[in-house]
């Protein structure tokens, strides 16, 4: 099965919430959501207040992680599964898609009730690389998109991984190491999201199609993302004969979970760079193609607008597939 969906808030959503987004994008006839989790705040505040409350039950804040003095006076994460003490500091996340834990848990069940895909994206300004705070606050904001996804029924959590800053193998080594690690904590055996992360669109960027795939061998629970406009970016047009798409689909299929995830736009390029996103029959990357090589494919598949025409798109990208299905069939008939 093909499954279509928007990356963000359908543009004609009246409403801003996760519940709304749901609601709109089973509207739209699509069938899956891509949460942003973008323009969020974070603070630490003594947790006087919510003492002998799990993080769950507070109302008006989602609460991402619970730090805890040791012997020493050192606070140290004891996670979001734990009795609130008197003397710990909570990470209060304020979030327009959501107001508390229990509105997540609401539009996952809705989600699932309505039958839409749901994942998140983690802000996508990334430099987990990076040797300074930089690093330590992009490491937290994808844990962060971990929590939140597994409270709202996420199936992968999509990041970017950040710039290189000392060479592209001990950018590997890193990344491996980072990876590694935020998966010991949250692992998908416990309901947490697979980590999928994103292909590149930039040279100075960690994320190469030879990366993604190494380091899904490297490091198990990794998900490569399939991004058709930053690969065809960086690859300087690679992507235009049906069979340019479909022994690329073929490299990423052995790693996918489930579905294989993809991103689809238009997109304008120069030099093996990104120079910007676009409308989707903008440019030479032409989903007429893509279309053509879906409709022989026997695996399941999911296609996110990232497009400036977000559902719009969408909605084309569907229907172009469609259309190539019923010419496939046509032709089978015609042969009969």
């Keep these: 099965m093909i499954k279509f969906g928007v990356a963000g808030i359908p543009l004609t959503s009246k409403g801003r919430t996760y519940i709304d987004?749901?609601?709109?994008?089973?509207?739209?006839?699509?069938n899956s959501l891509e949460v942003q989790l973008l323009r969020v705040n974070v603070n630490d505040t003594p947790a006087t207040e919510y003492a002998g409350m799990y993080p769950k039950d507070v109302e008006d804040s989602i609460i991402v992680d619970v730090l805890r003095p040791d012997e020493n006076g050192n606070y140290q994460s004891v996670g979001v599964e734990t009795e609130i003490e008197e003397d710990d500091i909570v990470q209060e996340l304020f979030w327009n898609m959501a107001r508390n834990y229990n509105e997540l848990a609401e539009g996952m069940e809705l989600a699932k009730e309505l039958d839409v895909d749901v994942s998140i994206h983690a802000p996508y300004y990334m430099d987990m690389l990076s040797d300074d705070e930089m690093a330590e606050k992009s490491i937290n904001h994808l844990k962060w998109a971990i929590i939140i996804g597994k409270a709202m029924g996420a199936r992968r959590v999509i990041?970017?991984?950040?710039?290189?800053?000392?060479?592209?193998?001990?950018?590997?080594?890193?990344?491996?190491?980072?990876?590694?690690?935020?998966?010991?904590?949250?692992?998908?055996?416990?309901?947490?999201?697979?980590?999928?992360?994103?292909?590149t669109s930039k040279s100075d960027?960690?994320?190469?199609?030879?990366?993604?795939?190494?380091?899904?061998?490297?490091?198990?629970?990794?998900?490569?993302?399939l991004n058709f406009p930053h690969?065809?970016?960086i690859t300087n047009g690679s992507l235009i004969e049906p069979s340019n798409f479909s022994d690329l689909i073929e490299r990423f299929l052995p790693y996918a979970h489930g579905d294989?995830?993809?991103?689809?736009?238009?997109?304008?390029?120069?030099?093996g760079n990104e120079v910007k996103i676009t409308a989707i029959k903008h440019?030479?990357?032409?989903?007429?193609?893509?279309?053509?090589?879906?409709?022989?494919l026997d695996n399941d598949m999911t296609i996110i607008s990232m497009s400036p025409l977000l559902e719009h798109d969408a909605q084309y990208m569907q229907l172009m597939y469609m259309r190539s299905l019923l010419k496939k069939y046509q032709k089978k008939t015609l042969k009969r």
């Design 21 to 30: 987004s749901i609601i709109d994008v089973l509207n739209l006839g699509l």
């Design 159 to 199: 990041t970017h991984t950040g710039f290189y800053h000392s060479g592209r193998e001990s950018s590997m080594s890193r990344a491996i190491s980072i990876y590694s690690d935020i998966l010991k904590m949250y692992p998908a055996d416990k309901g947490y999201p697979y980590i999928g992360v994103e292909a």
């Design 205 to 225: 960027i960690f994320g190469t199609v030879e990366e993604l795939l190494y380091l899904a061998r490297a490091v198990k629970g990794i998900e490569p993302i």
């Design 231 to 233: 690969i065809h970016s």
């Design 260 to 271: 294989l995830y993809t991103e689809f736009a238009g997109v304008d390029y120069e030099n």
């Design 283 to 296: 440019g030479d990357l032409k989903f007429e193609t893509l279309a053509e090589v879906l409709s022989v």
